[in-house]
Each structure stands twice: as C-alpha cells, then as structure tokens.
C-alpha cells in the first residue's frame, strides 16, 4: 500500500459522536489479514427481530462475499443477524476458494453467535485475486464476540478502512409519532468509486422497527439519490456493499416519510464522506444538471461531467473551463441542444444558449474554480429533468496513489 | 497552452516520405487564428471529379465545423472540393458566429477557387467557446491558393498540430488489376481522445477512383475498426472529423478488397500514432477481447478496460494489477463470467477461469509491465466475439499538461 501520511483536506473537522443503537454491538480485532498493527477486522451482532436490507454493486465479477449477501438478504428475520467485514484483501476474483472463505467464516460466526448461517453477512475490501486466509479470521471470532459493546461502532469505522485518510460516520435522529428513533452509520471507501456502487462497504443502524420489505424498498429508493450519484473515478468495485439493520429494539415505527428522511441524510453524508476522501482529491464537486427531457437523461449527463477526465483536472488547475463541460455533455449519448444550454459556476453565469455569457468575465469563473466546494449547474432548456451527482477532482495525488498501490 | 517541451516517447523515428497524389495540391499559411511564429491553417484543393467521404465525432454538442461537414458530404462531386483546416481555435460552442464564421470561409474559398461553397469541407481545432477570427484566415486564401504544391502534404500535417509533439503522417500503396494507386494521410490529435471518434483530425488521398457511396461505405467500415478503437481519456471532442478523398487520377478502380485493406492499414496507422501522442503517454496498449457472447460486447469490455483508470494508472507504474483489469470487465454492463475469465499479459498467462493461473508468477507479470509496448488479452470462454482496441497509461504528465492547458 502506498503510504498515505496525511488526511484528505476535505474531511470533516472530526468524526461525530454516533449514538448507541438498543439491539446492535459490535467489536473489533487484529486478525492480520494483511495490514499489521491496526484492527482489520470488525464484527456487529444484531439481536433477534432485526431485520437487514441491502444494496449491492452489479458488477459481473462481483465478490464471493456479494454474491453470498445477495442470497441472503430478505430471508427470515427472527433469529437475529450478524455482519462481519473485514480489510486487506476484498476476496473478489478467487474462484471457488472464495466462497470456501465465506462458508468458513459464515460457520464460525454462526457456531460462536448461535445464529442461523443464513443471517451472517460478510463483507471484505483490499486487493482482489489472492486468497483469502480466512483461518486468521476465524481464529479471532470467539474474541470478537466476547467484546461485543453497543458503544464500539466508532473503533468498527476504523477496522474496515484500506486507503482511506479518515473514518466516515454519520447520524441522524426522527421524531416519530411513536417516539424518536435513532441512525448511526460508517462507511469505508476512497478509490475504484462509481455507482452502482463505489468500492465502498457502508453499514447503517436504526432502532427503528420496519418490515424487511418497506426497509428495502426505501434503501433502494435511497441508494439511487446517495451512493449512486457519486464518483471518484468511474471505476467501480466488484465488492460494493451497503447493509441497512433495523433492530425494532426502540417499538417505534419507521415506515415514515420522516425516517426515510432521517435515512436519506445519514446516507447522503456518509456518500459525500467517500468523495470527499476521493484518492488525491482537493475539491468538493456538486454537478446540477437541470431542464433535461426526464431525470434520468439529467443523471447521465451529469455523470458524464463527473467523470471526465479532462473536467477534473480542469478543476484540479483551478481553470474554469467550461468549454471541457459542453464536451462532456455533448459525449453523454443522452439528448441535448448546443444551443439552448447554459452553465453556471457557482453563482456566476458562464454560458447563456449556446455560447459564453454576454456578462461574464473569466476573473469570475477563476475565483469560483479557487474554492474548495464547487458547485457546477448546467441547465440544458428541454424539458423538466433534474440530477444531482457529487465528485472530487483528478490530481497528481491520485496518479501517485494508483500507480503504486496495489489494490 | 502548457509549454510541451519533448516529444512522446512512443513517438516514430520519422515522419514517413509521403506519395504525390495526383490530384490533390497542398497549402499552409501563418493566419495567427491564436498560435504566434508558426503555420496554422491548411488548404487542400481536389481537381473536379474527386469524391469525399467522411466520418464525424456523434458529441451532441458538435462544432458548426462538423455539422456544415456533414451536410455536405455526398454532395455533388464534379466540381472539385477544398479542405481547409485551422488550429487554435475549435469554433465549437460559439453559437450562431460559429456558423457565420465557416460560411464566411467556405464562401472565400469558393471565390478564389472557383469551385461551389457547397464543395468546401471546413475544420477548426483547439479552444472551445471562444469565437474564432474567421477575418485572419479569408484574408490568408488568396495566399494559400497562389502556393498550392502537391508536394506540400507535409507541411499541412503540421499547421494542424495543438498539443501534439510530432506531426503524424502514414501511407500505403495497392495493386490493383487496374495498376497501382496511392494513399496519403495526416492527422492531428493527442488528447481529448476517444471513441465517436477522437479530438482528432484526420485527412487521407488517393488517387484511385472509386464512387462516393462505395467509398463512404468502405470509411464507414474501417472506422469503426481504426480511429472508433482508440481512447485517451474517455473524452469526445467536439470536432471530430475523419475525410478521406479520392481523386480519381490514376483511373484505376479502388473499390476492391485489396484497395480496402491499403486504406485499412493507412487508418489503423493514423489512430495508433493519436494514441502515441496521448498527452502524457508513456506507453502503447493493444487491448483483444476474445470469447466474448458477440463482437460488439467484446469492444465493450475492452474499452472499460482501456478507459479505466485504475488500470492505467497500473500499467503506469508497471504493476501487473490483474485484479483491476477484472473490475473494468466486470463494470462494462456487457456479460462476463468471473468463472471462466482468463488474462495474458504479452505471452503471460496471468489468470485462468477465474483465478491467478497456477503457474503464475508476479515477476513475469512484471517483466511484461516494463515494455513500451503492451498486449493484453482478456478471454471470457462464453462465445466467439472479439475486438481490439488501443490506448496508452495514464500518468503525472496528463494531469500536468490538462490542469494547465486551456483548450
């Protein structure tokens, strides 16, 4: 791994404090799996009457692990569940030995947690391809769950980070009619990020109570306004994995408008956490596209301004160059009309039907491009579509970052 | 523009000695549409009875250049054509001035060289969004007219340059029942490039006689063999212009398999030169897909391989990451196996139906990284598709030359 010695600028000040969530623990290890002197291993268990939904990458070469997860995901939700993640190798592209590992590990948490196979989750994240030595992972299991604390889900943000420079929390309360529920989440995620989804593990709590169905109708619903409106680089992960647990423990519905509101900014933050711990990134990038023939149209154009290359290093130069963002529209493969597009970076209008606005001055754009928090608003004047996607810039520090680092 | 100072390491030794085509006359001035101290337009002028076919970039936000382009070909052929091509200045996204500007070239050609405006095939390339002096370079016609040279062709592969480190030229001769006929051809592109096509300006003659709807049929084909199998960066330019006349002055018939696989060779040529001047390119990648369920989805995944950046920003620092050669298969969205997928690497043989191949060793892998030239091969054992394609690494140099460059 390439040493990373400082924190991404655009963190946050500090990790926030995460309630507790009645009905999940959690507990960390070194197992070694690859990295030494660090935790590498994090284990959650969710007490019976939880139930977890999920949403998963769709890449066809996706992990033993995500394929497994998939299976399970919506089956009984009596017994309880557990999670367990580990970092340092993703155990993707390992044959048959990868689902061995996710048997062995599935059957000991089972054995040690008295809990069905069937609801043990696991996920893994590092390099891809070498085999998973999933006996260190075992080894540690009857450790992990005689630590298990309903206050540790801080130290499990810290187990399943790879290159990322700081852990990702977030939380949010709902007042519901029946009382306030609470949401605690972390995520792990930095490079190989594009949706459907990010090579990212995200692991979200709530003592709300909610059937499986509505849970995953909502995390679906979610998934398509956070994590998958986020890109670092266009490369997406075969081992992406979002897990979504609602113990009940708390009585109170959550099938709510306001809890899926609650959800949606806890997702939401946790997203803009992994851009914002995009590999070399310097700048925070909101991409607005507005006035396409339908939202979907909107969401194209505007992945394709977030992951061109030649937009990012643009932002990375601090050079307002909008001409590069017409480019990228122009190639999205989704309609548009050269001459009924305008731009607008930040507040300042560059470009008005067509061509550069009569007012603009280039100063303006330049002290827009200098902020570290950018947004960009492309109005394509169609119709009524509108997508809002998030992206950091291409810098020498994520060519550095990729050409050492073996992931 | 970012000062490059060095020519691309994958650069030819030489620019190649390039036939006379009979028929075709050449011309180059100092307009200064943006460019100080060095040529920057470029006239070609076709004797009456030439055809043009032609081949443009799909962006929907192409220049007024493109769109006039396309409008004219397969138009009349018996009056002669011109070419006439400027750098420095796209006229792209400059609104209704930019359709002012190439009429007011088009009709200035026209005049001085007697033939229709309808005749005049117009590109511009370098700066978006700004509008080009179109007064600089009519007032440069009469000129380039009076110096028309049939020798000059390499001289106009230079005026076309922007970022490019060395002019690119290629040539190919057939012979044909009818005797032997000719091909010439330049072109200009380093960045900006990808399929559908490429920033990318390509220009070919011949002297062989063929009719315009068999040879756009034969330029269709070839296209998307050559320059729609070549990418940078992943980014569509908006210019993209591939013309290819044929004169018609050695009365040889060309539309035959053998004048085909002349011109075939004269365009593969052409495109892998763009991908030797790939801005920052320190490497050459050929990139097959076989075994893939039909032709198109094998060039699908072999363009996810080939504009993915983790992969190469591997092959950058010559780390033989298989495993991110497996991400970009399984992101494409075409269908893949993880189980029956194997890689080589040059003659390496890297993973076998879904695992390393137990044969591998990481120093072979690596021995393989270190070339100039790099071959991979992806075959998925599901059918019988296959495609190749080409590209470069992604390095320090790109970042440096596009956070800078203003294009």
Known sequence: MAKITSVSPLAPERFPDLPVIQGARFATAQASVKYKDRTDVMLAILDPGSVVAGAFTRSATRSANVLDCQAKIGLSDEAGAAIIVNSGNSNAFTGRAGDESVKAICEEVASVAGIPATRVFTSSTGVIGERLPHDRITAKIAELHGALDETAISNAARAIMTTDTFPKGATATADLPGGQVRIAGIAKGSGMIAPDMATMLVYIFTDAKLAQADLQAMVTRLNDKTFNC?????????????????TGASGVDGNLPAFEDALHSVMKDLAHQVVRDGEGATKFVQITVTGALNDQDAKTHALSVANSPLVKTAIAGEDPNWGRVVMAIGKSGAP???????????DVRVATNGWVDPGYREEQGAAVMKQQEIDMTVDLGMGQGTATVWTCDLTHGYITINADYRS
């Open 230 to 246: 986020i890109t670092v680089d266009s490369d997406t992960s075969t081992s992406d994995t979002l897990l979504v647990a609602a």
């Open 336 to 346: 548009a009309d050269r001459d009924t597009l305008s731009i607008r970076f930040g």
